[in-house]
Nanobody, 118 residues
Framework: QVQLVESGGGLVQAGDSLRLSCAAS????????VAWFRQAPGKEREFVAA????????YYADSVKGRFTISSNNAKNTVYLQMNSLKPEDTAVYYC???????????WGQGTQVTVSS
């Protein structure tokens, strides 16, 4: 059973940067995808970015392309989300999710709050 723990959220000003971390523990499949989602108050959860095992491929929502970068450190079983040029509309709870590649996400973290003030 895989467990995911997010960290790195906080309160920042518009234009600042933050790096979120998603640490995985437990047994993982050999081929998997890890993604970041976010949910703002009163809104649906939305996809932010994803990375396949080994960092072979990355995917981004249009709203974060050019500002956010997803990466992984396999030795530490950790996936990162570097967020630059943050905007107030990036304010949300950010969740890490993982699952077998091509089969959706079956494991979710507890979320970390990101608040961007104008």
């Amino acid at each position: 059973q895989v467990q995911l723990v997010e960290s790195g959220g906080g309160l920042v000003q518009a234009g600042d940067s933050l790096r979120l971390s998603c640490a995985a523990s437990g047994r993982t499949s050999s081929s998997y995808t890890v993604a970041w989602f976010r949910q703002a108050p009163g809104k649906e959860r939305e996809f932010v970015a994803a990375i396949t095992s080994g960092g072979v491929s990355t995917y981004y929502a249009d709203s974060v392309k050019g500002r956010f970068t997803i990466s992984s450190n396999n030795a530490k079983n950790t996936v990162y989300l570097q967020m630059n040029s943050l905007k107030p509309e990036d304010t949300a709870v950010y969740y890490c999710a993982a699952g077998p590649r091509g089969a959706g996400y079956n494991t979710w973290g507890q979320g970390t709050q990101v608040t961007v003030s104008s």
